[in-house]
């Protein structure tokens, strides 16, 4: 048996005039499905399982509520006034097809004035006034609107005004997987005895809509109610499985022709097994071999670390901060597990410098320049800081650069990411009451009950600052291009306790010149000459730096110098002739690689029959 189900809404933010610029939809979907036991095995039980999906979406866009305040509408629009109709016809101005100035708006009284009685002209004097009231309001706001906004003002409305529109997406994905189950199915999945199932059918779940975990078993659930086989057999793992993955996004423009783009994420996913089973030794159903297995992404700001300098033996102060750290991480931590007491040397029993928590909040407290706080030392806990993008292309519109620059660009990027990878339950932790680990490694180090393979950080430059410009010479224009581009990627391995830190920058230049019209043949008519050069400098190194040896030894890493030209020349409507030239130069960093350079130069005709007849 299987059934599905749907249901969105959207929520009426544009119902209110308050809350037009707002935008929400909800979205819940999920599964139920009800499987026999296999064909003469009725004693293995039959599978019950369901699925659950939220997603959630919210817009925001903040031009359409500052468009409410009349003058932040104005600067919105550059200083210009509303496009309306009785602005465009307003008093001194010629209506279309008459000669004369427009017709003000009378208000006229229902009967002659002298038809009226006392009480009626009182009230239509009334009206009057107020219809005058409004006109003049009208009026000076018309005359307002006509009027320059002030530079100084309008810079500060612009910033004021910086955030233009938010987005977020929010999307949960979870499923529980229930084997020996020993109930047949009548209505949607249940039958008389099993009604108190309906949550479960509909989607309930060991996690809220928040991901935090409820306390909710399913399984504990039907053994209480005897739905269970009592079979110490059953081969079939409880299961359950959770996905939450968070986008925020908002655009800001905080100065004409100046855009930043920020996006914060959080991905985080785990499976958990387990064979609930009956004991008969015991006489009761057991969680037997547990585990876990999960893995977490999330954006983070690391640029505090970004340009340390490394000297000639490759140290760096980023692992050095990381060594520092230890001591109070261990600290942090010690003091939270009344198994562990603090000893002479400044750390707490059991967790020393290489404790496998200890080594994971000195490596991101240090690599993110962040302060040591229980927050900070667990990837668990932090929050997905913003990436950015930034570009401006205002410069051009200036009077001093529109007779030299066609468009000018400039542009940054930084992204920064934290992948927690391998994370697992360690069948050999165990915890007390309190969830405190108990049992030491051969290093006297408390296991911890989830074991990390590597943490993983992702820093990149895209550029650090690039430029694009099209330069306006004679009748040519030349387009040049500049990058300057810097990336960097930390892992930390558990298995070793080291850390692999690959580094690179790389400088790229280029232009593109067209020469129009340019007769290099006499036999030849005159074409267009297009010439590209690309220069690009690259320098990259891997250095391993070793927690318990506290050393750093470079591995691999190279300098690489390249340039490129090409030259095209259209020689007639079919046949074009390319010059080109390419030049590669390896300079390895480690004695066990050598120098190397590849150079390729020639002469390319190309013939196009596209449209030849």
Wanted: aromatic fraction near 10%.
């Amino acid at each position: 048996y299987t059934h599905n189900y749907s249901l969105s809404y959207t929520l009426p933010f544009d119902k209110l005039p308050v809350t037009s610029w707002l935008s929400s939809n909800i979205k819940y979907a999920g599964t139920y499905n009800w499987q026999r036991a296999p064909l003469g095995q009725a004693e293995f039980g039959n599978t019950i399982q369901n699925s659950r999906s939220i997603n959630m979406t919210a817009q925001g866009n903040l031009v359409t509520l500052y468009n409410k305040v009349p003058y932040f509408k104005r600067v919105l629009a550059d200083g210009k006034g509303a496009k309306t109709n009785s602005a465009k016809t307003g008093a001194g101005d010629a209506q279309p097809g008459k000669g004369g100035p427009p017709k003000k708006p009378e208000f006229k009284p229902k009967k002659p004035l002298e038809e009226m009685t006392e009480k009626e002209r009182k009230e239509y004097d009334r009206q009057l006034a107020r219809f005058e009231r409004k006109q003049a309001r009208e009026e000076a706001l018309k005359a307002k609107e006509n009027e320059e906004i002030n530079p100084v003002l309008g810079t500060l409305a612009r910033i004021l005004m910086s955030v233009r529109s938010i987005s977020g997406t929010y999307a949960l994905s979870d499923g529980t997987m229930l084997p020996g189950y020993n109930q047949e199915t009548s209505v949607l999945g249940m039958n008389a005895n099993t009604i108190g199932l309906s949550s479960f059918v509909f989607g309930k779940q060991a996690y809220d809509i928040f991901g935090r975990e409820t306390g909710y078993h399913v399984g504990e659930y039907a053994r209480d109610n005897s739905w269970l086989v009592q079979n110490e057999n059953l081969n079939k793992q409880f299961m359950i499985n959770h996905t939450a993955n968070l986008q925020l996004k908002a655009t800001l423009e905080p100065l004409k022709d100046l855009n930043i783009n920020l996006n914060a994420s959080r991905n985080y996913s785990t499976q958990a097994g387990e064979f609930y089973r009956w004991n008969p030794s015991t006489a009761a159903f057991e969680n037997q071999s547990r585990f876990e297995s999960s893995t977490l992404t999330y954006t983070t700001i690391s640029w505090g670390t970004a340009f340390a300098k490394m000297d000639s033996s490759f140290r760096s102060p980023i692992f050095q901060q990381m060594l520092n750290n230890s001591q109070q991480v261990s600290q942090l931590i010690g003091a939270t597990n009344a198994n562990s007491s603090s000893l002479p040397n400044g750390y707490y029993d059991g967790y020393s410098a290489t404790q496998q928590e200890v080594v994971i909040g000195s490596f991101l407290t240090a690599y993110t320049n962040s302060a040591v706080n229980s927050q900070n030392i667990n990837p668990r806990s932090n929050l997905p800081l913003p990436n950015w993008t930034i570009n401006y292309a205002g410069l051009s519109k200036f009077e001093f650069a529109k007779d030299v620059v066609k468009s000018f660009k400039l542009n940054h990027g930084y992204s920064s990411s934290v992948s927690v990878n391998g994370m697992q339950t360690n069948l050999n932790a165990t915890l007390d009451a309190n969830g405190s680990p108990t049992a030491f490694d051969l290093n006297n180090n408390f296991i911890a009950p989830m074991q990390v393979q590597n943490i993983t950080i992702t820093e990149r430059f895209s550029p650090l600052i690039g430029m694009l410009a099209t330069w306006k010479i004679g009748n040519k224009n030349i387009t040049t291009n500049f990058e300057y581009k810097k990336d960097r990627q930390a892992t930390l391995s558990l298995n070793n306790n080291q850390v692999t830190e690959t580094l690179g920058q790389e400088i790229v230049v280029g232009t593109v010149i067209n020469v129009p019209k340019l007769k290099l043949v006499k036999s030849v008519d005159a074409s267009d000459l297009l010439i590209n050069v690309n220069f690009s400098f690259r320098d990259n190194a891997t250095v391993i730096r070793k927690v318990v040896e506290n050393t750093n030894m470079a591995t691999a890493g190279q300098t690489t110098v390249s340039f490129k030209l090409d030259a095209n020349y259209k020689l007639n409507e079919y046949l074009s002739a390319i010059f080109y030239y390419e030049q590669f130069i390896n300079t390895p960093k480690v004695s066990l690689s050598y120098p190397t350079g590849n150079l390729k130069t020639g002469v390319t005709l190309r013939f196009d029959l596209n449209g030849l007849k």
